[in-house]
């Protein structure tokens, strides 16, 4: 099974919206719902901002949002800030108990 | 707070073995699913292995027969013997707390880094 396929990188200007995509198969992303998104900062553990999609954790900005159609899913942040600069992962699951990450995308914060 | 304490990681030679350790405290341990993710220096997030509930073990096709993931519920331990170890197994790896229901990893430890390396 092949990774995710995530853009490399993005960027955005404080108060834009960006938005990342994940594209998979019909074999991950477009049979499960089971799709997550991490934010991770450099030199720390990544963090769950997205499951199932669309859900956000408690404590997590309702500026991130996510959506799903086919096999590609995405994460949209809107209102930047400085602080959403940081590299973000995708996840699906894939069945039997196994998980596919996307490649990872560098946000840049202008 | 749930915490995730990773320890065991360090140098070792190709065809060598580690045991990390993941120490877990603030949840009720024997109660949920956990898993290993790791990291190449620089690189993406990669799934390792998962150890549901009931007992059930996954691994993924990189690491199949090499690894073996193992809990002691008594200890709040989760653990991972890395066997054969190949170069390309140097990583970052992080024990992470499964949510419910397997819809995300909800918590993840500070990692261990793993060099294999002659």
């Known amino acids: 099974q092949s990774a995710l396929t995530q853009p490399a990188s993005v960027s955005g200007s404080p108060g834009q919206s960006i938005t990342i995509s994940c594209t998979g198969t019909?074999?991950?992303?477009?049979?499960?719902?089971?799709v997550s998104w991490y934010q991770q900062h450099p030199g720390k553990a990544p963090k769950v901002m997205i499951y199932?999609?669309?859900k956000r954790p408690s404590g997590v900005s309702n500026r991130f949002s996510g959506s799903k159609s086919g096999n590609t899913v995405s994460l949209t942040i809107s209102g930047l800030q400085p602080e959403d600069e940081a590299d973000y992962y995708c996840?699906?699951?894939?069945?039997?108990?196994?998980?596919?990450f996307g490649g990872g995308t560098k946000l840049t914060v202008l | 707070e749930v915490q995730l304490l990773e320890s065991g990681g360090g140098l070792v030679q190709p065809g060598g073995s580690l045991r990390l350790s993941c120490a877990a405290s603030?949840?009720?341990?024997?109660?949920?699913?956990m898993s290993w993710v790791r990291q190449a220096p620089g690189k993406g997030l990669e799934w390792v292995s998962a150890?549901?509930?009931?007992?059930?073990?996954y691994y993924a096709d990189s690491v199949r027969g090499r690894f073996t993931i193992s809990r002691d519920n008594s200890k709040n331990t989760l653990y991972l013997q890395m066997n054969s170890l190949r170069a390309e197994d140097t990583a970052v790896y992080y024990c992470?707390?499964?949510?419910?229901?397997?819809?995300?990893?909800?918590?993840w430890g500070q990692g261990t880094l793993v060099t294999v390396s002659s």
């Open positions: 996840c699906s699951y894939a069945g039997s108990r196994n998980w596919l």
């Open positions: 199932e999609v669309t």
């Open positions: 992470t707390k499964e949510a419910i229901g397997a819809v995300s990893f909800e918590n």
């Open positions: 019909s074999s991950d992303v477009g049979s499960y719902t089971l």
């Open positions: 603030g949840f009720t341990f024997s109660n949920y699913a």
């Open positions: 150890l549901s509930v009931p007992g059930n073990i």
